[in-house]
Nanobody, 121 residues
């Protein structure tokens, strides 16, 4: 009953920019942390960036200074603005939310379906 829907992926040239968005909907009491992860074939999913409800952020070293995560708590939406993209940023990007569903006492992790980002000339 909780759904995360990503948008904004696509093909971009090296050095270009892209913004991903993710909206959480459904029976949600409170979202604690929202974030972005990415995965390439044969590799484990890795953290890109995350942000808590107070606006505190942390980033993977590989994206620091190039990616910016932000959040609109009123809209249950998280964004990541990606700049100076490199071919090695190509991956499926997944939205994640650590949240408490309405009627529950327990935090749980939810994932979006993923959106492909390809950086290539």
């Amino acid at each position: 009953q909780v759904q995360l829907v990503e948008s904004g992926g696509g093909l971009v040239q090296p050095g270009g920019s892209l913004r991903l968005s993710c909206v959480a909907s459904g029976s949600i009491f409170r979202i604690i942390v929202m974030g972005w992860y990415r995965q390439t074939p044969g590799k484990e999913r890795e953290l890109v960036a995350r942000i808590d409800s107070g606006g505190n952020t942390n980033y993977a070293d590989s994206v620091k200074g190039r990616f910016t995560i932000s959040r609109d708590n009123a809209k249950n939406t998280v964004y990541v603005q990606m700049a100076s993209l490199k071919p090695e940023d190509s991956a499926v990007y997944y939205c994640n939310a650590d949240l408490i569903p309405r009627g529950s006492l327990r935090r749980d992790d939810y994932w979006g379906q993923g959106t492909q980002v390809t950086v290539s000339s």
